[in-house]
């Protein structure tokens, strides 16, 4: 990336997770719109506010106290982790919900899950739906245009470096030209 855009990104953590783990995420960061550096964001809910504002209000250096253009970046972007790139305007979880990120064990996708109210993960809107018809006191806090199940982008550059990543591309791409062979 010789200019990245300025948008929100967690860099997740370079080790593998369980798959009955609860976020892949390990920091979370955003680039500064005048200067381009990144800037690590102490929490997951002041991320989820800048993320969801960015076109309107989009974040520089200033916004932080004690920070600006002129310091050194918090993180650098590089391969020492797997960056994950969200899209912006994604609306903030609503009250009592929360947004997983889960990144695949073949390090290609990521999923997104909400843990509702009941303490059950949501898959898609249509799970949304089955809780809201089923809890209708929810119906007046919860709305699906709430939810947002769009999946942020892995860096491919920053995953490359992972054996398992190479592994499973390896065997993806030999089992679409032996289907393609046949063919």
Known sequence: MSSP?????SPGS???RKRGSTESIGLYAVQCC??????????K???ETI?????????????????SCKD???????????WVID?????KPPPNTERLVIMRGDLTKTDIYYVLPNGKRAKGTGDVQKFLDANPEYKGSLSLESFSFTM??????????????KTKKTKKQDKTNASSSKN
């Open 14 to 16: 370079s080790s593998q």
């Open 45 to 47: 809910d002041e991320f």
């Open 152 to 165: 942020p982008k892995i860096v491919e550059e920053t995953v490359s470096n992972s054996s398992v990543w």
């Open 87 to 91: 899209k912006p305007n994604i609306p």
């Open 51 to 67: 993320r969801e504002n960015f076109t309107a209000d989009p974040w520089f250096c200033s916004k932080r106290p004690d920070c």
């Open 72 to 82: 050194p970046a918090d993180i650098e972007y590089d391969s020492s982790r797997i």
């Open 34 to 43: 005048e200067c381009y550096k990144w800037r690590t964001i102490p929490t």
């Open 5 to 9: 855009a300025p948008v929100p990104a």
